[in-house]
């Protein structure tokens, strides 16, 4: 079903609006894929653009949240086979990042953003250390990915797309050999993680945040 809907079904529309231009190449074997997060239609340009099937981690509420537009979003994202997860921090993301390690181990692509949640005013915020706490104990590239353009395309508080140009720059892998005698290192993930967001940072040319947005900031996006 991803392929159907890539090539024949949603992909020629997205890349219609999206005009998607693709800066760097996608590395064989398994890769850790680590964007900014603009717009809800991030992941929709990422899969329509690159060649690799991308599965992503969705978070949980889209699998099992009320209402017509959660109730559609979940269920395309269990037609193309993501993987849900939850943002709690009390190991209870365990299972989906497990998941995420048969992906790498199977030569796939894992894609997950960092941040967490949508960036609710365009700036870069501080990530997270999912990513890192897989990768560094699966082997496999992380490439750190810079998005643009996706705000115009799909833009915060109206409805619909409007026609626009992204741009998806795909970074150099990082170089983990500095932490791979550490994989279960929490300071080890973080700092992991900081050298990852400063790549992307590099890729976006965003403003960066040193912290998680707040509930209040997450609340007002949602609302517009």
Known sequence: MYWVLKMLLLGPVVRWFARPRVVGRLPKGPVVLAPNHLAEIDSLVLCAALPRRLTFVAK????SRGGAAAWLYGTLCRLTGQVPISRGGDGSADGALAAAAGILRGGGVWAIYPEGT???????YRGRTGAMRVALR????????GITGTRSVDRPGRRGWSRGRVEIRLGEPLDL???SDRPNDPA?????TDELMSAIRTLSGQEYVDRHPTDTERAARDAA
């Open 118 to 124: 949508r960036s609710p005013d365009g700036r870069l």
């Open 177 to 179: 050999s500095g932490w």
């Open 188 to 192: 080890t993930w973080r700092a992991a």
């Open 138 to 145: 699966t082997p496999c590239a992380v490439v750190p990915v």
């Open 60 to 63: 949980s509420e889209y699998f």
